[in-house]
């Protein structure tokens, strides 16, 4: 089993409606939690951090479910220029304490 | 933009050449990381650096080594390289090391052995 699993996707949405993305993780010591946006050929950026309590940057809601060891992404409202990868991005936890990163998440906004 | 500059941004090479690739920040981080980005794989960390002349292994560091002699700068050497390290290879820094914070990436370098 991959330590971080996201469904590659990629999901076809219109212009203006919400979609949400999942990601499992399989380390249950795990800490911290990351979405990151990745353009086709670019690096990856970081979009948010995922708070225990869940937590909102305008469109974007990100949600933590510890019982269940996944995280969520929803975006309300897409825009086309919300067309990109979304990567989720997990630390390792115990003595390594690195993070491990998804294969991530395809988005494509149509017009 | 966090200051991280990647060179070169795209090269091509041989077999067995050895090939060196350059990270340089302008944000005093201590942490500097060096990762590979393939298809079906999310990033993996080859080795990582926690200060001047302190590095350490990541999950895919076979064929790779880095030596960081200024806080600025983070090498990476394939000796010897191999068409399996033909790849997307990041550098990213952060403050902490402890994986509680996120990290910031440079533009990437397109690495293509031949």
């Known amino acids: 089993r991959k330590e971080v699993e996201q469904d590659p996707g990629p999901f076809n949405v219109p212009e203006g409606a919400t979609v949400a993305f999942n990601c499992t993780y399989s380390?249950?010591?795990?800490?911290?939690f990351f979405w990151y946006r990745q353009d086709c050929r670019k690096e990856p950026k970081l979009l948010m951090s995922v708070y225990s309590s869940g937590n909102e940057d305008g469109r974007f809601t990100a949600q933590l479910n510890r019982a269940s060891q996944y995280i969520s992404l929803l975006i309300r409202d897409s825009k086309l220029s919300d067309s990109a990868t979304y990567l989720c991005?997990?630390?390792?936890?115990?003595?390594?304490?690195?993070?491990?990163f998804g294969t991530g998440t395809l988005l494509a906004v149509q017009p | 933009d966090a200051g991280i500059t990647q060179s070169p941004r795209h090269k091509v090479t041989e077999t067995g050449t050895p090939v060196t690739l350059r990270c340089h920040q302008t944000?005093?981080?201590?942490?500097m990381y060096w990762y590979r980005q393939d298809p079906g794989h999310g990033l993996r960390l080859i080795h990582y650096s926690y200060g001047v002349k302190d590095t350490d292994k990541g999950e895919v560091s076979d064929g790779y080594s880095v030596s960081r002699s200024k806080t600025e700068d983070f090498l990476l050497t394939l000796e010897s390289a191999t068409s399996s390290q033909t790849s997307v290879y990041f550098c990213?820094?952060?403050?902490?090391?402890?994986?509680?914070?996120?990290?910031?990436f440079g533009d990437g370098t397109r690495l293509s052995i031949l």
């Open positions: 990213a820094i952060s403050d902490v090391g402890t994986g509680r914070i996120a990290q910031h």
């Open positions: 944000e005093n981080h201590r942490y």
């Open positions: 991005v997990v630390n390792s936890g115990g003595a390594t304490n690195k993070l491990i």
């Open positions: 380390n249950s010591a795990s800490q911290s």
